[in-house]
Nanobody, 126 residues
């Protein structure tokens, strides 16, 4: 049974930093694609960043490029998202997602992923 558990969310002021973690269990972490998404109230879930754990190739949404860094620890089967220079518009529920054995389309599309965590709230005040 695959489980994804996010942690590390919280409330910070604009310009601050947070580090999110996503601990996986029961999931073939290595040589797979995992991602971070976020969803603000009244908005669609949007892809923030994804990474292929086999070669550590990463992709970022334009809105977070240069501020957020996605990384992994293969030994711990854990995904991270370092968020710096946070802005009020980064306020959202952040979700970890993992690709399943059957997938198609863009890795920035939520439908690409089969497994999801419960989310962790990030609130940035101005």
């Amino acid at each position: 049974q695959v489980q994804l558990v996010e942690s590390g969310g919280g409330s910070v002021q604009a310009g601050g930093s947070l580090r999110l973690s996503c601990a996986t269990s029961g999931y073939p972490f290595y040589n797979n694609r995992v991602a971070w998404f976020r969803q603000a109230p009244g908005k669609e879930r949007e892809g923030v960043a994804h990474i292929y754990t086999g070669d550590v190739s990463a992709y970022y949404a334009d809105s977070v490029k240069g501020r957020f860094t996605i990384s992994q620890d293969n030994a711990k089967k854990t995904l991270y998202l370092q968020m710096n220079s946070l802005k009020p518009e980064d306020t959202a529920m952040y979700y970890c997602a993992a690709r399943g054995p059957s997938y198609s389309g863009s890795p920035l599309n939520p439908t690409y992923y089969s497994y999801w965590g419960q989310g962790t709230q990030v609130t940035v005040s101005s």
